[in-house]
């Protein structure tokens, strides 16, 4: 068995912590390591570091063990900022693909907006765009019977006039 190195621990502890999906897959592929092992490498950073007294702090001075009274806002380096959590993913990949965007687009354009880790791959954004699809559907299965009778009088119009309605006033020739 070899030995991994502790800061690959303490990356691997920050990848099960950090709760993102897919975050252990690639810290295991990144290490070269298992899942699993993963798991265990964070399980027994937090049970030795919840375990071992805080050595250093004896070793400082009474003033620097008090923690600070103020932290420093973050500076702000960027201009305004867009939320893009994973409900404006779903959001954005669903009115996409309504427009007529292939996944793939999709895909390259969520890698324009976010960190090449963070873009959901194709097949991902493909589940949701079927979810949203089965979830309209749904609402179509209402709307379609009291729809029905103008939208057949509006596609016959469509087809036998062009699109062009002759007539004035009426949805139906006289």
């Given amino acids: 068995m070899f030995n991994l190195p502790i800061r690959t621990w303490i990356l691997n502890a920050a990848a099960v912590f950090s709760g993102r999906h897919g975050a252990v897959t690639r810290q295991a592929e990144q290490a070269g390591c298992s899942r699993q092992t993963?798991?265990?490498?964070a399980h027994k950073l937090e049970q030795r570091l919840a375990t071992q007294p805080d050595a250093q702090a004896a070793d400082l001075?009474?003033?620097?063990r008090q923690p600070p009274q103020t932290i420093a806002a973050p500076e702000q380096t960027a201009g305004p900022q867009i939320l893009l959590d994973k409900d404006k993913q779903k959001e954005l990949a669903t009115t996409a693909f309504a427009m007529g965007l292939s996944l793939r687009q999709i895909e390259d354009l969520l890698g324009v907006l976010l960190p090449a880790d963070a873009v959901p791959d194709h097949s991902t954004l493909g589940h949701w765009v079927q979810a949203e699809a089965t979830r309209a559907g749904e609402v179509l299965a209402v709307l379609d019977p009291a729809?029905?009778?103008?939208?057949?009088?509006l596609a016959l119009d469509e087809i036998f006039f062009g699109g062009?309605?002759?007539?004035?006033?009426s949805s139906r020739p006289a």
């Fill in 147 to 153: 729809c029905a009778n103008r939208v057949g009088t």
């Fill in 164 to 169: 062009d309605r002759p007539w004035s006033g």
């Fill in 61 to 64: 001075r009474p003033e620097d």
């Fill in 38 to 41: 993963v798991y265990l490498h």
